[in-house]
């Protein structure tokens, strides 16, 4: 509440806390505020880096940024402009075809305007050292990670995920700026605007590193959803879907090989749905 105070210039109100997997994230009325602490992860700066520069209107004003040592913590700070809107959240749970469609539309066209970004200097070259490229980078790589999961993952699933790895191209395009955490729980909506948050895994990379994630969140409406992307992008749905095919089965595999049990279940079935076709 201190930060907040000082950076508005006036008591901020009630802040209510918000899930975040990777920082403390108060939200008040009219102010967001995101915390790491020092010494934590540099994502944060990332997002603190970029934010002034993104392209009009595609995500939260940044208000002002900083480190503050409290008597029992000692953070990096930003706070941003609360923007009116609700997640419409993975899956789309609450969202008929008709909103999906819409929403769908819209959220291509701001990520188009991203794609279409050309960033300079400083900017540029934070996109371009981002410590994190999660997905598809290219056959070889993802030949590796599935072999490492041979163990773990029943045979007919690793011949499957073998034949999608076959048809990849040797290398990925990394050439556009990518937001490439843009499921639908990073989105806000308020009727037709949207606004996109969370742009601390934003790189370089290829469109499809966003399509995959917008229609694999979009639940029920995943085939409209690629549909909207396909007929926006003036690109084949076949080539489409095998770009999200192939991203999704890069997305599982390096998740299978991080381990972790209690996950393993959810990934095997997500696993199953891929190569069978029926995703």
């Excluded at 010494?39 to 480190?67: M, N, Q, S, V």
């Excluded at 045979?155 to 499921?183: E, F, K, N, S, Y």
């Excluded at 690109?235 to 381990?259: M, N, Q, Y």
Aim: hydrophobic content about 45%; glycine content about 10%.
């Amino acid at each position: 509440m201190a930060i907040a105070a000082t950076v508005l210039g006036r008591d901020p109100g009630r802040l209510a806390v918000a899930a975040s997997m990777s920082h403390y994230v108060f939200v008040g009325v009219d102010v967001v505020v995101k915390l790491v602490d020092v010494g934590g992860h540099t994502r944060l700066e990332r997002e603190i880096a970029l934010a002034p520069h993104l392209p009009a209107g595609l995500g939260a004003p940044l208000l002002d940024h900083g480190h503050f040592r409290g008597d029992t913590c000692d953070v990096r700070y930003a706070c941003f402009a609360r923007v009116p809107g609700v997640s419409p959240g993975v899956g789309l749970p609450a969202v008929d075809a008709v909103t999906a469609r819409r929403l769908a539309g819209r959220a291509v066209r701001m990520l188009e305007d991203l794609h279409t970004w050309t960033p300079r200097g400083d900017v540029e070259r934070t996109l371009r050292e981002s410590p994190v490229h999660e997905g598809f980078v290219g056959r070889d790589a993802l030949v590796t990670q599935i072999e490492r999961i041979e163990a773990v993952v029943p045979r007919h699933l690793i011949d499957g995920l073998m034949a999608i790895a076959r048809r990849a191209p040797r290398h990925t395009t990394a050439d556009v700026p990518v937001h490439a955490d843009g499921d639908w729980g990073n989105w806000l909506a308020d009727g037709d605007r949207l606004t996109l948050l969370d742009f601390e895994r934003a790189r370089f990379g290829d469109p499809a590193d966003d399509w995959v994630l917008l229609a694999l969140s979009s639940g029920p409406h995943r085939g409209l959803v690629l549909d909207v992307i396909a007929g926006a992008t003036a690109t084949s749905p076949v080539t489409l879907r095998a770009d999200c095919e192939l991203r999704e089965a890069a997305f599982i595999v390096e998740e299978i090989g991080l381990g972790e049990p209690e996950r393993m279940a959810g990934w095997i079935r997500d696993l199953e749905g891929l190569v069978s076709g029926r995703r």
